[in-house]
């Protein structure tokens, strides 16, 4: 095992642009799961960003909350501000492993490491989160739910570090986040849920329901159009628009299907227009 | 008292086998059959490794017969040639370094020939499948009491169920391993078991030792549920047979998910009821047919039968009862010991059963047990006649109080009529469980238990029983310091290395407190005549009289011994399967309240009451640890511990998948003892260790009925489950409401 450890930005992007196949190591919750049982990920070069100090805090600007590229769940729930502005990163965050995790693992990591069934990602993605990632070319700006092209892959190239996760301030008149694991904690979620309501309309982002973690456009428009929804029956056409599950180890299409409806009609219950 | 290690424990300081410190060692590893069932046609060897480093040990290296000897001798040590299971073991590796050795097995190829495997226990086997006698069974076992049919046939009603529980992983926090290496001619092996003369027995038959050539010590043991008991036989023979071949120390540790995937784990089990019953609810008939999965080997599963078929029938009184057992031959991984070794599943069906047959009958559930649990004089389904003075009506009146079971259920009809997405009941399950070695095992044991007196007065508990997070330790010293009558911090327990420690049978069976703490305390009044005392003497007394016969017999060892009695009055024949099948039962009735979320179809346990009768309660809080761990196990077991088959071996073999309860996934669980002294058992004790896991399970599932209306007859009732039982319901709902 190769690491490399820079001491600042510049110098962790040289040494990315220079191996074009080193691996930036972050917290390491999830590069390390697993590590002594796989013998081939011992062999790549891995360039540990604990010392780039400048990528931990988050911030605040006038109109938007910035996480750093190294900014942890933590440092997120003991945000006050956050908590009040954008609760449902701290709501996310709290239900990400248990404690040890929540202090090492990183919002970045979260979105890079790219799984379908993230907790991070989606209520990021339902408060329009922007990814600004840098290379040794220039600095880029992705929408985060236009981030992923496909299971695990994504619109960031090998060279690119994500330094800033930048989140608009707005005021939301409706904000859930919901997590369907198969016990109360420390579970990797089944069905996973973030909704929002602001300004800019509704945000509906599922998880663990699709090869990515995405926006739900057919959902939305029932949303926003006020459509008659009159039982959870009535939203799986929809649904089945938006996402596509998988039977795997964890859960059934089936189950993560309905569960999805269910949640969906019983949570946003005020809102789905009423009949005649 | 305070747990003896637990500051060892609590402070990280004890060592387990994987922290004993050890020089010039070689690391130990096993590459296993990918296929359930064929001919290894070739094991084909990397050509990227440095071989000759490596240390390669094959079936041909075993200097013995090729088995590992347990009830059955039909389970290699190493496949030869032919394997019978996913995982089975085929070649064994060693090299100083664990990453070489990682690499080097990823790079050997076993090739099967694959012949078709039998993969379900439920079904009977193809002809192709038949690998066990000609029908796959590996024991089949029959209790008959009264005439069943006939009872049946004259029945005023009979209602019939078929109920399922699934394999159950221990997750024991400490995983396998041991270490072997030689002291001259000595073969020493340490590790994690509940069995010390189980190994030096398995060692000395596969190896061709004599015993003074063996020796087998304990370490201290990260928990075991069973899955200690059988297994560790296993890996201590991989070990040795790697030692004996390099002339090193060789330390062969499991990670998780070779633990996981490789080893034990609960007996799968179907059971049938068909139960004839009076109008009043009165139980006339039990027909009842036991099914459990065995998987590729014998190992346990006779016994595990044995005790299924034995609690089946439950704590009540029949006149007319039949159970029919199979263990069915598999080409799955072995199943093996886990804590209650049959009873839990026979008990979930008969629980669940119980209140099938209320809900048939249009009947309480509770009434229904009043009318038929046993009372002192009657007899269970072996012809045991129940005479102990135990109330078993006050044990469940009592569980009913604590939980306030009626005023939570009028509570539950107002919720549910309420809430939109919850749903919440409350279940109860009465039941049993019957201590120590079944019928005449206790007797084949023969355990022997020593108390020395050293030479500056102090006590030392020799036996082969061992501490593995249940409290052995502080209950055998609390136990030799009250029948001596001495200080407990002048009691020691000595290590169970059996070239130290008489054989005082394995710590399995809910025998070590009861059983082998009676020995020690007859031990203990035997040291005391050694030194002139009647078993008046104590304290003080006893400890200069300890002196005084050192310095009488300067170099002498003073020890006091006994060996197993069968209690008075014991009979059973092990023939007809009629008779006294343990000294005693613990009996219990604990109730579940559980809410149900209908968006997520997930079960949360909100409240659980534990009330037990099991003798007396020697350590209250060890006691109420014991029964809150099973609870919690059994919550599991009813709920999320699921595992999931890919040709008979766990696919799911990380911690990540295989979910048990985390604290969040567990209500506060309160628990009661009703106490009533058991003569025959240390301090009055009976056996506790197993009877918490047989009730939770059918508690949990008969308050989930409760709760939404479904019914249902398979643990574990997942989410995913549960969507599909309580879309049936609503449906049988939706044509019940539109029938005329
Ligand atoms: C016990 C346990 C429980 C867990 N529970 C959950 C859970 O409940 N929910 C959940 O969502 N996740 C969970 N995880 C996964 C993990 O903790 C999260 O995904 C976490 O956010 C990863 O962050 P990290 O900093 O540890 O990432 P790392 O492991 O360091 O990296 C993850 C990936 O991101 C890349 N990367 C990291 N930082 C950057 C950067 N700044 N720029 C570019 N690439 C980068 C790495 O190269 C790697 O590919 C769990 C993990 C464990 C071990």
Redesign the interface.
């Known amino acids: 095992m190769n690491v490399l450890l820079p001491g600042s930005l510049p110098e962790a992007l040289d040494m990315l642009a220079s191996d074009g196949a080193a691996i930036p190591i972050a917290g390491g919750t999830d590069l390390l799961v ?1 590590w ?2 796989r ?1 081939d990920a ?1 062999d790549r070069t891995y360039v540990d960003l604990s010392r780039l100090d400048a990528l931990k805090p988050l911030s605040w600007t006038a109109d938007e909350l910035v996480l750093g590229g190294l900014t942890t769940y933590w440092d997120v729930i003991r945000d006050a501000r956050a908590a009040q502005e954008f609760p449902l990163l701290g709501n996310a965050a709290r239900q990400v492993g248990a404690i040890q995790i929540q202090a090492r693992g990183t919002w970045a990591g979260n979105i890079v490491n790219a799984s379908p069934a993230a907790d991070g990602v989606p209520v990021l993605m339902a408060y329009d989160a922007v990814v600004v990632l840098e290379s040794r070319r220039g600095r880029e700006q992705v929408p985060l739910d236009r981030f992923y092209s496909g299971y695990k892959e994504m619109r960031r190239h090998p060279d690119q570090l994500v330094v800033e996760i930048r989140i608009p301030r707005r005021p939301y008149s409706y904000q859930v986040f919901e997590k ?1 694991g ?7 979620a089944k ?1 996973g849920l973030a909704v929002t309501r602001s300004g800019a309309g509704w945000r509906v982002v599922a998880a663990s329901v699709a090869p990515t973690i995405r926006r739900c456009p057919a959902v939305e428009r029932l949303l926003e159009t006020g459509t008659a929804i009159a039982s959870p029956e009535a939203l799986l056409p929809a649904v089945a628009r938006d996402v596509a599950p998988i039977d795997d ?4 299409a ?2 993560r299907t ?2 999805m409806a ?2 969906l009609y ?1 949570d946003l219950r005020d809102f789905w227009g009423k009949r005649g | 008292m305070r747990r003896r290690e637990a500051l060892a424990k609590l402070t990280g300081r004890e060592r387990y086998v994987d922290d004993l410190p050890l020089d010039d060692f070689l690391w130990g590893m096993t590459v296993r059959s990918p296929a359930p069932r064929g001919r290894v046609t070739a094991i084909r060897f990397g050509t990227d490794i440095a071989w000759p480093e490596f240390v390669v040990v094959d079936h041909r290296d075993i200097p013995g017969p090729n088995v590992v000897a347990l009830i059955e001798q039909d389970q290699p040590v190493l496949a030869a040639g032919y394997v019978r299971h996913v995982h089975e073991p085929v070649l064994l590796l060693a090299h100083p370094s664990r990453e070489a050795l990682r690499r080097a097995a990823r790079s050997i190829e076993v090739v099967v020939a694959p012949e078709p495997p039998a993969l379900d226990f439920r079904a009977p086997p193809g002809p192709a499948e038949i690998q066990y006698g000609t029908d796959n069974v590996l024991k089949r076992l029959q209790i008959v009491k009264g005439d069943v049919e006939r009872a049946l046939a004259r029945a005023a009603v009979v209602v019939s169920g078929t109920y399922e529980t699934g394999a159950q992983e221990h997750v024991y926090l400490e995983p396998q391993g041991m270490i072997a290496s030689f002291e001259g001619a000595v073969l020493v092996v340490k590790g994690s078991m509940q069995c010390p003369y189980y190994v030096l027995k398995a060692l000395q038959h596969a190896l061709a030792r004599e015993e003074a050539l063996v020796r087998v010590i304990q370490t201290p043991t990260g928990g075991g549920f069973g899955g200690k008991e059988e297994f560790p036989s296993h890996i201590a023979l991989h070990a040795a047979l790697l030692a004996l071949k390099s002339g090193r120390p060789v330390k062969l540790i499991y990670d998780r998910g070779e633990d996981m995937a490789a080893t034990t784990k609960r007996h799968p089990a179907l059971v049938r009821h068909r139960t004839g019953l009076g109008r009043d609810g009165r139980l006339l008939a039990q027909d009842i047919e036991v099914v459990i999965d065995g998987g590729a080997y014998v190992t346990l599963s006779p016994v595990v039968l044995s005790r299924a078929i034995i609690h089946a029938a439950g704590p009540y009184a029949c006149d007319h009862v039949r159970i029919s057992g199979r263990a069915m031959f598999t080409n799955a991984v072995p199943f093996g010991a886990f804590r209650g070794f049959g009873a839990p599943q026979s008990q979930f069906a008969g629980e669940r059963h119980m209140d099938v047959i209320a809900r048939t009958l249009g009947m309480d559930a509770v009434e229904l047990r009043r009318i038929n649990l046993l009372a002192d004089g009657q007899s269970t389904a072996t012809g045991q006649v129940i005479q102990d003075g135990t109330d078993r009506l006050a044990v469940m009146e009592r569980a009913l109080e604590l939980s306030r079971y009626r005023e939570k259920q009028r509570g539950h009809a107002a919720f549910n009529a309420t809430h939109a997405t919850l749903r919440r009941g409350s279940g109860l399950a009465t039941f049993y469980h019957g201590a120590g070695f079944t019928g005449g095992g206790e007797v084949a044991l023969q355990s022997r238990v020593r108390v020395a007196g050293r030479p500056d007065g102090r006590i030392e508990v020799l036996s082969a029983n061992i501490e593995m997070g249940q409290g052995t330790l502080t209950v055998f010293t609390e136990l030799a310091a009250a029948r001596l009558g001495v200080a407990p911090e002048d009691v020691t327990v000595a290590e169970a290395d059996t070239a130290r420690v008489p054989n005082s049978g394995p710590t399995v069976a809910s025998r070590t407190t009861m059983i082998v703490g009676g020995l020690l305390e007859r031990a203990a009044d035997d040291l005391r005549r050694r030194v002139g005392l009647d078993d008046t003497a104590r304290g003080a007394a006893v400890q200069q009289a300890i002196r005084r016969w050192h310095r009488e017999h300067p170099g002498e060892p003073l020890v006091g011994e006994a060996a197993y009695e069968r209690p008075p009055g014991i009979a059973w024949d092990d023939t007809t399967y009629r008779g006294d099948a343990y000294g005693a039962f613990a009996w219990a009735a604990y109730v579940a309240e559980v809410e149900v979320d209908l968006r997520t179809c997930a079960t949360r346990v909100i409240d659980f009451v534990a009330v037990q009768e099991v003798g007396k309660v020697l350590n209250p809080t060890l006691a109420k640890g014991q029964v809150q761990g099973g609870v919690v196990q059994g919550i599991g077991w009813a709920l999320m511990e699921e595992c999931k088959w890919r040709e008979g071996a766990m696919a799911n073999n990380q911690l990540t998948n295989y979910l048990i309860p985390t604290s969040d996934d567990v209500p506060s669980v309160r628990v009661a003892f009703l106490e009533n002294p058991y003569p025959h058992g240390a301090g009055g004790a009976k056996g506790l260790g197993e009877l918490p896991i047989d009730g939770p399970a059918p508690a949990i599932a008969n308050a989930v009925a409760r709760a939404t209306g479904a019914d249902p007859r398979a643990i574990p009732l997942t989410p995913e489950k549960l969507m599909e039982l309580l879309e049936i319901a609503d449906f049988g709902l939706r044509i019940a409401d539109s029938a005329p």
Do not use: F, K, N, T
């Open positions: 697993h002594p049982v013998v011992h369907v198969g016990r109360r904690a420390q579970a990797i069905v180890i964890r859960s059934s089936r189950y309905h569960v269910r949640l019983h």
